[in-house]
């Protein structure tokens, strides 16, 4: 991996993607300026890094271009992580406000500053596709427009046709990423966070575990240190130029299977049961769409980044679970 010391600026940095990779970049001796608005990121995710000589945290929002425009002006890459989310809840206006124009904002920075721009995209953006797995350059294949989910997926293909005509127009480097169901220390607790995240939480609490539909819908699970690699090697890689990759794991499993595992990790007795909610019931009676597989293609993450997960499901799973854990022990 280059060494280069680099100036990095990471937004949505006290988020759970961006507090891990700022501890990252630090352990390898880069410079980082972090901005968060605190909505959804935590300054205790950040806490260990905020008296670090080469970090420096602001409190603001990548809506705000009077902010924006008074940054540093010498940064190397902008690592982009800041997105909102999950719009099955009603908040469909935020999710294709900010995550367009809070994009916008940043490449026009990058714009001006000439510098490389680093997009956090997702594995949503395949929508329904059934060409398993997922690759890069296959088809995005969005469902209705009246089902409230893919407006997130939406938002995220609108950033990366985006960054990619900035690229194209205004000569600067862009990576996309997609990443495929991070999880790991730091994640958010609720739905945002992933289905493990509420799965722990009711396990913890001997609460029924929540399915949506009949739990044998499948997805790939990525550990935070695996996900963090990836943007760590596009960051810092030249030949990450102007590609689109997948970040993520190869092991496939239900939903259903995914409760059950984490009931076995527990190494606790636990009156937990699963429930199947009918997805009529999580959508408030509109209409509702799921994907029933969801695997990447990972070949082009190995063969350019050089990075493959190296942590197994269960692993990954198990320290996720002692760290959640023990942060609802703090809580009581």
Not at 72 to 82: P, S, Y
Not at 187 to 206: E, Y
Not at 272 to 300: C, F, H, W
């Amino acid at each position: 991996m280059i060494k280069e010391k680099k100036k990095i600026l990471i937004t949505g940095v006290a988020g759970f993607l961006g507090s891990n990779y700022l501890t990252k970049c630090l352990s390898e001796g880069h410079v980082v300026v972090g901005l968060d608005n605190l909505s959804m990121g935590m300054l205790e995710n950040i806490h260990d890094h905020l008296d670090n000589n080469n970090f420096t945290f602001i409190k603001g929002d990548v809506l705000d271009t009077s902010l924006i425009n008074s940054l540093d002006d010498d940064f190397d890459v902008i690592v982009h992580l800041a997105a909102f989310k999950i719009p099955r809840y009603g908040n469909a206006v935020d999710t294709l406000k900010i995550n367009s124009k809070g994009s916008e904002n940043m490449l026009e920075l990058a714009k001006k500053l000439k510098c490389k721009f680093v997009l956090a995209s997702t594995s949503d953006v395949y929508g329904m596709s059934p060409d398993i797995p997922f690759k890069e350059d296959g088809n995005c294949l969005i469902g209705d427009s009246k089902v409230p989910r893919w407006a997130y997926a939406v938002s995220k293909l609108f950033d990366e046709h985006l960054a990619l005509a900035y690229m194209e127009d205004f000569d600067f480097p862009v990576v996309i990423l997609r990443f495929f169901g991070s999880y790991g220390p730091n994640q958010n607790l609720s739905w945002w966070g992933g289905p493990q995240s509420v799965f722990i939480d009711c396990i913890l609490n001997n609460k029924e575990i929540p399915i949506h539909g009949d739990g044998l819908q499948t997805r790939t699970f990525t550990f935070v240190e695996d996900t963090v690699a990836g943007i760590y090697a596009a960051t810092m890689k030249p030949e990450a130029n102007g590609e689109i990759f997948n970040i993520g794991a190869n092991e496939e499993i239900t939903i259903l299977e995914l409760a059950n595992m984490l009931k076995r990790i527990s190494d606790e007795p636990t009156t937990s049961e699963v429930k199947l909610i009918p997805y009529n019931e999580i959508s408030a009676g509109r209409k509702y769409q799921d994907v029933m597989r969801r695997v990447p293609d990972n070949t082009k993450a190995e063969r350019i980044l050089g990075i493959k997960a190296q942590t197994s499901l269960e692993e990954g799973l198990r320290i996720t679970f002692n760290w959640q854990k023990s942060v609802s022990l703090q809580k009581v």
